[in-house]
Nanobody, 123 residues
């Protein structure tokens, strides 16, 4: 059971990145999925989540309007499109699979976690 996050990198402020998270070893088509991040010296925080069919999404206020979460269940992959990036968005971004069919802001709702992908936004 693995979640593989990718798509991070170095980008200038105002730029865009699309993160991907692919599940291997087990299909996550019936699970809600979430993205979290941990900035240097800070606690892990919620970014976004999506329900198993993609009809329900939640966004953190800090990034609302600049990010879009989506999923392709035929590929067991969830995406996080990030636009208008700011230096304060610099963090390691983690994807996670929920214990239920819906996403949540609560880390305790998630059972499996990916290894993270680093996003660095330069000013």
């Amino acid at each position: 059971v693995q979640l593989q996050a990718s798509g991070g990198g170095l980008v200038q402020a105002g730029g865009s990145l699309r993160l991907s998270c692919t599940a291997t070893g087990r299909m996550f088509r019936n699970n809600g999925m979430g993205w979290f991040r941990r900035a240097p010296g800070k606690e892990r925080e919620f970014v976004s989540s999506i329900s198993w069919r993609g009809e329900s999404t939640i966004y953190a206020d800090a990034m609302k309007g600049r990010i879009t979460i989506s999923r392709d269940n035929t590929k067991d992959t969830v995406y996080l499109q990030m636009d208008s990036l700011k230096p304060e968005d610099t963090a390691v971004y983690y994807c996670a699979a929920s214990r239920s069919s819906f996403g949540s802001r609560d880390t305790a709702s998630y059972q499996y976690w990916g290894q993270g992908t680093l996003v660095t936004v330069s000013s």
